[in-house]
């Protein structure tokens, strides 16, 4: 009997023992190291391909043209090569892309021009267009006048100078986006006594291009806005009397002259057709009139060009 149950005992003690064993082994069970998840390979976003356009490519001396390019990115520099324009454009945000408005001088030659447009990514050029621009012929007729010597001497190089550094502080300023809507008005309605790129002689001598038109009116005629914009300049001048400079936006400005009175200030926003002036013959001037100019920069253009057609019209 106690054999049995001794024999009893041992195999109680050696299966709980085993059982222990086995519940050590669960408690400190290491699993095994799990294969690391492989993330998926995420190709990079191709980047933009750059696209040019031009808004037209036949001209008159005078006229105006816009350059838009879009899929830029902020590495880009943009080069334009060509014969019939002044220095380099200015571009500006527009849109999806990047806009310049661009002017040619009324003494630009009757003939064809190769303008080309380069994209440069990191040095590289990454997109290019070249187009030929027709400007056609224009007559300027002349304009003889007669003035005394106390008129003359207000046209003399000094006061040229002097008035020349304000009108260039008014334009060295321009609001980044157009500020324009649609195409300009007339300022005055009237029959226009000088043209555009007129060549004048005074006192049978040449004195140099009609940088805008002149609108013959009565004294205290309403001067309208031609468009939206800033003004940067209302003061004085020796040559061009009481002158207004409106900022359009995009480095387009309109200039109005021989006002007889300024009724706005600089720093004023404007709409189209709000009245900022009165006719009037201050400054050199042979009687009332409006002499109103526009230039891209200080690059004077035909006024009339803006009255006829939008430079983003072929964008919007």
Partial sequence: MGKYFIKALIFCILFFSVCGVIGLQEDFFVPEKAEPVTEPVTEPEPEPVPEIVFSETELLPGDCFAIYLKGLTERDDIQVSTAFVQGQPRFFSFMEGRLA?????????????????????????????????????????????????????????????????HTERAKSVT??????????????????????????????????????????????????????????????????????????????????????????????????????GEVGSTGFSTGPHLHWSTTIGTLYINPESLTESDPLAFIR
């Fill in 175 to 276: 609001s980044e986006k157009p500020l324009w809507e649609g195409t300009f008005v007339k300022p005055v309605e009237g029959r226009v006594s000088t043209e555009f790129g007129m060549i004048r002689y005074i006192n049978k001598e040449e004195s140099g291009r009609h940088s805008g038109i002149d609108i013959a009116a009565a004294r205290g005629t309403p001067v309208k806005a031609a468009n939206n914009g800033v003004v940067r300049l209302a003061m004085m001048l020796k040559v061009t009397g009481n002158t207004i400079i409106i900022d359009h936006g995009c480095n387009i400005y309109s200039s109005y002259a021989h006002l007889d009175k300024l009724l706005v200030e600089e720093g004023a926003e404007v709409k189209k057709g709000d009245i900022i």
């Fill in 101 to 165: 408005v661009v002017g040619t001088s009324c003494r630009t030659k009757e003939g064809d021009y190769s303008c080309k447009v380069q994209v440069l990514r990191d040095g590289v050029t990454a997109a290019e267009k070249e187009e030929t621009f027709k400007v056609h012929h224009k007559e300027f007729v002349e304009q003889h006048l007669t003035v005394t010597s106390t008129q003359k001497e207000q046209r003399s190089d000094d006061n040229f100078d002097m008035d020349k550094v």
